[in-house]
T-cell receptor, first 110, second 116 residues
Framework: GIQVEQSPPDLILQEGANSTLRCNFS?????LQWFHQNPWGQLINLFY???GTKQNGRLSATTVATERYSLLYISSSQTTDSGVYFC????????????FGTGTRLTIIP | DTGVSQNPRHKITKRGQNVTFRCDPI?????LYWYRQTLGQGPEFLTY????????KSRLLSDRFSAERPKGSFSTLEIQRTEQGDSAMYLC??????????????FGSGTQLSVL
């Protein structure tokens, strides 16, 4: 099946810092989404972004489908940004549905 | 939009017992997914429905797992003869598949299963 690798696995930052999270995937995809899982376990959909660039407030994401990677940018981090960020992809072919990476755990220190 | 609702939030059971979880999707959504998440891992796809049709179930972990969505609205996931390895968070998600094929998943809060 499709492989999804996220980096870094862990990231600790001071409040106000910026960060870039990366997602690499092994096959062409027709669906890519970024999620934030907060400390209470709730998964929140941040972006549907199989290609191109989108922005939502302090967050933005870019997917370069031809090179099989996506980036999530978080600017001016706040403590509420803490949690695990997952990238999930669905390959163009086959019967696999959205497959998640192992995530990046982000901790924002006040 | 009240979001995806899952019940119960927590379930503790003894090995060998059967358990059933319920998911109520966002009302206008036509697709419903079940995922399982264990500690330190990303969610793992189990099965999904489009309306009442179960379109993929080969990823269900064993024949002890089954899911239904009888009227294309709420869904249930049943685990028979539970084992300690079934302990995990069971997540439900729903989506509205559009004409362009764009699909964004919205997750519920999950049911945390502990098998003693």
């Amino acid at each position: 099946g499709i492989q999804v690798e996220q980096s870094p696995p862990d990231l600790i930052l001071q409040e106000g810092a910026n960060s870039t999270l990366r997602c690499n995937f092994s096959d062409s995809v027709n669906n890519l989404q970024w999620f934030h899982q907060n400390p209470w376990g709730q998964l929140i959909n941040l972006f549907y972004i199989p290609s191109g660039t989108k922005q939502n407030g302090r967050l933005s994401a870019t997917t370069v489908a031809t090179e099989r990677y996506s980036l999530l940018y978080i600017s001016s981090s706040q403590t509420t940004d803490s949690g695990v960020y997952f990238c999930a992809v669905e390959p163009d072919f086959g019967n696999e549905k959205l497959t998640f990476g192992t995530g990046t755990r982000l901790t924002i220190i006040p | 939009d009240t979001g995806v609702s899952q019940n119960p939030r927590h379930k503790i059971t003894k090995r060998g017992q059967n358990v059933t979880f319920r998911c109520d999707p966002i009302s206008e959504h036509n697709r419903l997914y079940w995922y399982r998440q264990t500690l330190g891992q990303g969610p793992e796809f189990l099965t999904y429905f489009q309306n009442e049709a179960q379109l993929e179930k080969s990823r269900l972990l064993s024949d002890r797992f089954s899911a239904e969505r009888p009227k294309g609205s709420f869904s249930t996931l049943e685990i028979q003869r539970t084992e300690q390895g079934d302990s995990a968070m069971y997540l439900c998600a729903s989506s509205l598949i559009g004409r362009t094929g764009d699909e964004k998943l919205f997750f519920g809060s999950g049911t945390q299963l502990s098998v003693l």
